[in-house]
């Protein structure tokens, strides 16, 4: 039997090769970025010479692949955008088909058809490693018994990789699933999970639900919410008053592990929780801003990613469009490697009031931190003289709460205050939660309608 690096029978739990660059992190800012380099012109030449797509980009833009000597000459390569991948998505493939051990599929652009991302043998040991990278940052191992609740089926990248990295770290790991926060508490509870894997907004319900059956969240001896899929921190990095309450109500710390199925990377917290750390051997990223120019350090603009040793589809400087900034310097934790802050929004999602400007989820997050509100949705409208209009639905389970009050809050907190209009718990939850959804969905925008 075959047993090169990217046959479908490998391991799927074999060591990556970049793993011999664990420990980089710790290393001399030079001899980061040296490695880097180095990882990344290896990149760039197989991609270029396996993908149509990018073997078409480099010759149409008459750049030769050699000529890229480290991360400072990325600049010269377009970036791919989501449109790209959308419109010639089988372009991207730079392996045989043989080679192809596991389809993940990512929602499209346009149309119903998802965009799919094949990987190889090797494509899933990295993800494994990569996972088992962030549950070691995170204090996670072989103590611990992890309980996934997000989907690992219908072909979503995330809980298998959640699951895949768990193992590796040594864990006992519970494959929760997509499912009702009555069965998540029931199964969490029953084998005494210590961590949990999930979006807040789901691990709050987990939690509300046990409350309201008589249960304590804080007995099962939970130690570690991992968040995935929302943002847990402001601008400030200060976490964000509605997930204080949730570490309040498990009696746990909460992580924030940021990644997306194109990237195939997770920008993960430390045991310090500054910000999530780029593994070098993983990942190039670049904060650009509209014009795809770089941002000086520190400022916010659009992710730039480029996943480095991905042999099914590799992509160079894919534009993630989520808002955010790096912050440099070495880390209490002793890891010198930048570290990603929070996603702020969208970046085709950002409202504009007046010269101002404003993401949807900074609205709700704030409006959720009041006491009394269950849930927040914003819906925008063009006006005729180009500013956006901003609705603010507001599900309340108090009734003294008034709009005032709300007004109030968000008005110390952002430049910019939209119409509140009070909704019921049921019609935010029939309103964001669609039947046949994965994500909540808590932005309309109906400004190019
Ligand atoms: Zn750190």
Request: charged share 20%; proline share 5%; net charge neutral.
């Amino acid at each position: 039997m075959s047993t090169n690096a990217g046959h479908r029978g490998q391991s799927l739990l074999a060591d990556f090769p970049a793993k011999e660059y664990a420990g980089l992190e710790f290393e001399g800012y030079e001899k980061i970025a040296a490695a880097q380099d180095r990882l990344l012109t290896g990149h760039l030449r197989y991609t270029a010479q396996r993908s149509p797509f990018y073997r078409e980009l480099f010759a149409r833009e008459g750049i030769d692949p050699h000529s890229i000597r480290g991360v400072a000459d990325l600049l010269k390569i377009p970036c791919t955008t989501k449109d790209d991948l959308t419109l010639r998505n089988n372009d991207f493939l730079a392996c045989s088909p043989e080679e192809i051990a596991d389809v993940c599929l990512t929602s499209a652009t346009t149309g119903d058809t998802p965009n799919a991302l094949l990987q190889t043998s090797s494509d899933l040991s990295r993800l494994a490693y990569n996972e088992e990278a962030a549950f070691g940052m995170m204090g996670i191992g072989a103590a611990d018994t992890v309980i996934i609740c997000a989907a690992l089926d219908r072909c979503f990248m995330a809980g298998l990789a959640y699951y895949m990295g768990g193992l590796k770290v040594g864990a006992r790991m519970v494959r929760a699933g997509a499912g009702s926060a009555a069965q998540h508490w029931h199964l969490l509870k029953g084998c005494g999970a210590t961590v949990i894997v999930g979006v807040p907004s789901l691990i709050r319900k987990i939690g509300q639900y046990a409350i309201e059956n008589g249960d304590d969240p804080k007995s099962v001896g939970v130690r570690k919410l991992v968040a995935i899929g929302e943002s847990i921190r402001g601008q400030d990095m200060a976490l964000l008053p509605a997930v204080r309450q949730l570490e309040e109500m498990w009696g746990s710390a909460i992580y924030s592990t940021y990644a997306s199925t194109e990237m195939a990377t997770a920008f993960c917290d430390c045991h310090e929780r500054q910000g999530g750390h780029l593994r070098p051997e993983l990942v190039v990223a670049e904060i650009v801003d509209g014009h795809g120019m770089p941002v000086p350090h520190g400022h916010t603009g659009e992710l730039v990613v480029t996943p480095l040793g991905v042999t099914g589809m590799p992509l160079i400087r894919f534009r993630t469009g989520d808002i955010s900034f790096m912050i440099i310097g070495q880390c209490e934790c002793g890891r010198r490697t930048p570290r990603l802050g929070p996603v702020l929004g969208r970046k085709n999602h950002m409202l504009k009031v007046k010269g101002t400007t404003v993401f949807p989820s900074f609205l709700i997050s704030a409006a959720e931190g009041v006491d009394g509100v269950a849930g927040a949705y914003v819906e925008a409208t063009k006006k005729e003289d180009g500013n956006d209009n901003i609705f603010l639905y507001v599900a309340v389970t108090d009734p003294s709460l008034s709009v005032e009050a709300i007004s109030d809050c968000l008005r110390a907190r952002a430049r910019v205050v939209p119409e509140i209009i009070f909704i019921t718990e049921e019609e935010y939850l029939g309103k964001t939660l669609p039947p046949g959804k994965r994500k909540k969905i808590t932005f309309f925008d109906l400004r190019r309608q």
